[in-house]
């Protein structure tokens, strides 16, 4: 009697850990799916982090386009604004002859 007793006692307690034990495995089930879920948007934002990057090379490529475009309308101006000197000089120095001419 007592051995059957033990042995009712033994299978519950067997009954108990395998109640647990399929707990524990249905937790980490949903952990590991919970876990799947935090890696694919892990994923996903590395995807769009590198799609900015991408965005963000073109916008420093266009930006540095158009500070070489610049630099070379300043040089332009600036061969512009020195002809336009050299032009009034002359000019001034026409002029100059022009009254001496007319003076004599």
Do not use: P, W
């Not at 879920?37 to 994923?43: A, N, P, R, T």
């Not at 995807?47 to 900015?52: A, G, N, P, S």
Request: net charge negative; charged share 20%; glycine share 2%.
């Amino acid at each position: 009697m007592r051995l059957n007793h033990g042995i009712q006692i033994l299978t519950v307690e067997v009954q108990i850990l395998v109640d647990e034990s399929l707990r524990l495995v249905h937790e980490t089930q949903i952990l590991v799916h919970d876990i799947q879920i935090l890696v694919d948007e892990y994923l996903r934002l590395v995807h769009e982090t590198q799609i900015l990057v991408h965005d963000i090379q073109i916008l420093v490529h266009e930006s540095l386009r158009l500070v070489h475009e610049t630099q070379i309308l300043v040089h332009e101006t600036l061969i512009l604004v020195h002809e336009s000197l050299r032009l009034n000089h002359g000019i001034q120095i026409l002029k100059g002859e022009v009254q001496r001419l007319a003076h004599n």
